[in-house]
């Protein structure tokens, strides 16, 4: 404008600054910007519209939200309107009812607490519990089977396993009531002041509120990992690919075939399976030789890792563990339970008094989580 002023074509100053007409020739206005809001709705009544006033629509969303079981939300309220041959999208439904004081009040999310740290740092067995959903195919139901899985960061030991084509919020605490009476009770892990944290990712069925208000009354931690992190929920991820690599050489007909072939599995894992992160040993004898203090630890507290080494020859392990069992019969006198025999019967979860982790045993002890029908449950 400077040089407009000066005598420079206006032209020429705009091609010279890069702006266009518009952009030189505007000038705002006050007040709220875009069309103001139309005061009356269009409604067909016969073969054509006529045009009513706002709060006649208003008095009409007030006379349907009088009845309790109608009080809907602006999306439901604009079609019960459509329905009465109302010409209103959801946009004005809610710009009247918020003017109005008609909306209803936002549905809270349940409180998340999130993982702090990247990496865990267990000091003790049962200081940090992992558990997640293991997805297989089964070729006769032409459908995946839902395996949920918990497990121990510091013994990398699998404590608990549920199979069945479906995994709800009633099986999740189902299978923490097995772990505390099971578990977390004979270790005396709440007189011993044991921290014990439960990591998972966000998964409805972990997030729901049944789920995490059991957790707080038996007093676990429940933290959540933060979406697209499964590195802070790396040592269940890490079992899951070692299972993926046992599964996926084999095709399961039935979901029988399935509990049948975890069953094998998991007593291999457990007592055969040597891991590198545990000084080379099997979880069950890890776990047998750090209650005997047989194992020498080294933490770096600030990259976050442990490190294990034998306090004994190698060759003394059988010797303190008893896990001289010969090759080729883990499953020696093993018995499968009644839900394991017969995978149509449907197992009950008892109810758990809210004070779980007292010493007092409850008058009935589970078995293992409530599945459907078609599923199959083993426990641990």
């Not at 008609?102 to 003790?124: E, F, I, M, Q």
């Not at 038996?218 to 040592?235: C, G, I, K, M």
């Not at 004898?285 to 005997?292: A, G, I, P, S, V």
């Amino acid at each position: 404008m400077r040089y407009v002023s000066q005598g420079l074509r206006t032209l020429s100053a705009m091609k010279i600054a890069g702006i266009t007409k518009h952009q030189y020739y505007y000038r705002s206005k006050p007040g709220k910007r875009g069309r103001k809001p139309a005061a009356n709705t269009l409604r067909r009544e016969g073969g054509g519209t006529v045009e009513i006033d706002n709060l006649s629509v208003v008095k009409c969303i007030e006379t349907m939200k009088q009845d309790p079981d109608l009080d809907y939300g602006y999306h439901r309220a604009t079609k019960w309107l459509q329905s009465l041959g109302y010409v209103i999208n959801h946009k004005k439904c809610r710009r009247l009812m918020g003017e109005n004081d008609l909306l209803k009040n936002k549905h809270a999310k349940s409180p998340k607490t999130y993982v702090r740290y990247r990496k865990v740092l267990p000091k003790g067995p049962l200081e940090v519990l992992e558990m997640d959903i293991k997805m297989t195919w089964i070729e006769r139901e032409r459908q995946h089977a839902f395996t949920l899985n918990v497990i121990d960061t510091f013994t990398r030991k699998w404590l608990y396993r549920t199979t069945g084509f479906s995994i709800t919020q009633h099986h999740v605490k189902s299978a923490w009531e097995y772990l505390i009476i099971n578990c977390l009770q004979p270790n005396d892990c709440l007189a011993k002041d044991i921290h014990i944290e439960i990591r998972n990712d966000n998964d409805k069925r972990f997030s729901a509120v049944m789920v995490q208000e059991f957790f707080k009354e038996n007093n676990l931690n429940q933290v959540f990992t933060h979406p697209y992190t499964p590195q802070e929920n790396a040592h269940v991820e890490s079992f899951h690919g070692i299972l993926a690599k046992h599964l996926n050489k084999n095709h399961f007909w039935s979901i029988a075939e399935l509990d049948e072939n975890l069953v094998v599995f998991r007593e291999k894992y457990n007592n055969k399976r040597i891991h590198g992160s545990i000084a080379f040993l099997c979880p069950a004898d890890f776990e047998t030789l750090w209650d005997k203090k047989l194992i020498q630890t080294t933490v770096d507290s600030k990259r976050r890792t442990i490190k294990f080494a034998l306090k004994i020859p190698r060759h003394q392990i059988p010797q303190h563990t008893g896990n001289d069992e010969p090759e080729g019969s883990p499953l020696h006198g093993f018995e499968p339970l009644d839900g394991a025999k017969n995978p149509n019967k449907e197992m009950v979860a008892p109810r758990i008094s809210n004070n779980s982790r007292s010493n007092e045993s409850p008058s009935v002890v589970p078995c293992d989580a409530k599945v459907n029908t078609k599923s199959t449950t083993l426990q641990p």
